[in-house]
């Protein structure tokens, strides 16, 4: 839309994934070999999330506004964009370098200087609890052929549970909730063994409250919750805290980052 390009980034973040609500969405099916998904059909919570940070920087940019877009060229744009912060580094190898674990994602585009990590900095501790449902999951799944996908997930896995996580819990929590803008990526810590965090979507005030922008787990389409943040974890046995980030404007438009805004 006209003037997306002057919108604080958070802002632009919630109008693009507002546009999303209602519309109709399959899950993402399994790949047996990995590439770069941009099917805005199909994605789940943090694939939302993904999408809605591109759709932002190729806007930010102009070139969807511009009075004779080049197709192509924002279409490169957007999977540029797209594939540096879904992937370790910003590099698409095999399974296991996309960036499954929210933790990660988080603390992979901090260091490639997209978001900015705010947990630890709004009292977050850290958390070592083990992650490892994911290569539980993919040694089950029929549909993956890379022989050394497993193994290159678990070394990863290893590596995170090695070095553990900051998560915003309580008394921080309270704390906490007032520094939340909107655009805001929030995810919800799991407390199940294995896992890191349950789910993930944006921060957006409604009426005086801190709701999540998201794509639900069972519907199909992207919703804003009729309930707020802090009620959700106070009403939930299985996640116990956040894990919070800002998303910023790219640093560089180096080889295989995202470009500068």
């Known amino acids: 839309a006209a003037g997306a390009a002057t919108l604080p980034r958070g802002a632009l973040m919630v109008e693009i994934g507002r546009s999303l609500v209602q519309l109709p969405l399959s899950s993402p099916a399994g790949q047996p070999t990995e590439r770069l998904d941009v099917d805005l059909r199909s994605f789940d919570g943090l694939g939302m999330v993904e999408h809605v940070y591109a759709m932002a920087v190729v806007a930010k940019l102009g070139a969807v506004t511009a009075a004779t877009v080049d197709r192509a060229g924002v279409e490169s744009q957007y999977e540029r964009v797209l594939q540096t912060v879904r992937y370790r580094n ?107 965090v349950s789910h993930v979507g944006l921060a957006v005030r409604v009426d005086g409250s801190i709701r999540l922008l998201h794509r639900p787990m069972g519907e199909s389409g992207v919703r804003i919750s009729t309930n707020s943040i802090d009620q959700r974890l106070a009403a939930s046995a299985n996640e116990d805290g956040l894990l919070l980030a800002r998303p910023v404007a790219p640093r560089t438009a180096g080889a295989g980052s995202a470009p500068e805004p």
Do not use: C, H
Request: aromatic share 6%; glycine share 10%.
């Open 90 to 196: 910003g590099v698409m190898g095999g399974y296991a370098s996309r960036l499954l674990y929210v933790s990660e994602w988080i603390a992979d585009n901090d260091r490639k200087g997209l978001v900015q990590d705010l947990t630890r900095e709004l009292g977050g501790s850290l958390d070592r609890g083990p992650v490892n449902v994911r290569s539980f999951a993919l040694a089950d799944d029929p549909t993956m052929t890379d022989p050394d996908a497993v193994d290159d997930l678990r070394r990863v896995e290893a590596r995170l549970s090695a070095q553990g996580r900051y998560v915003v819990r309580e008394p921080a929590l309270t704390a906490a909730l007032p520094e939340i803008r909107d655009g805001d990526v929030v995810a919800f810590a799991s407390a199940q063994q294995g896992r890191d």
